[in-house]
């Protein structure tokens, strides 16, 4: 005999889905509120430490070449600093320290049977054009 379907047994589980929707959507709305006040509050504290670090380079500046400089004048005495080439390479050297500290080497551990079937790439061409010639005739 065949299960008959009541109607209003349907309709109170549809209310009862439709009341966890609401709830669902609620619960969701605070979420991404929440989620929205943290984002802003990052950005914030984002803000205040560039603004802070801002500051700390405009004070040295201040320092070593006193307060009463223009910006335009500013700008062309570290372009005539930044010119010379001891200077460059000063730099350069600086930013790559401060790049490596900041990002160590990933080192890989290469299981040994692997460390065999690594293709070694060779610098002369000669060495090139001859494995070719001898991966041709192995084919």
């Excluded at 801002?54 to 062309?76: R, S």
């Excluded at 299981?111 to 690594?118: G, I, M, Q, R, T």
Aim: proline share 4%; charged share 35%.
């Amino acid at each position: 005999m065949p299960r008959s379907t009541n109607i209003t047994e349907m309709q109170a589980k549809l209310a009862r889905y439709n009341e966890r929707t609401k709830e669902a959507a609620t619960a969701l709305s605070k979420l991404e509120e929440s989620r929205n006040v943290l984002k802003a509050k990052i950005e914030a504290e984002e803000r205040k430490a560039r603004t802070h670090n801002l500051c700390q380079v405009g004070g040295l500046a201040y320092k070593y070449f006193g307060d009463d400089l223009t910006p335009d004048e500013f700008k062309e005495l570290l372009d005539f600093v930044f010119s010379i080439n001891e200077v460059q390479e000063f730099i350069n050297s600086e930013k790559e320290k401060r790049f490596l500290r900041d990002n160590p080497p990933v080192v890989l551990d290469v299981p040994k049977s692997l460390d065999e079937a690594v293709p070694v790439i060779s610098e002369n061409i000669s060495d090139e054009k001859n494995s070719d010639s001898k991966l041709k005739e192995s084919a």
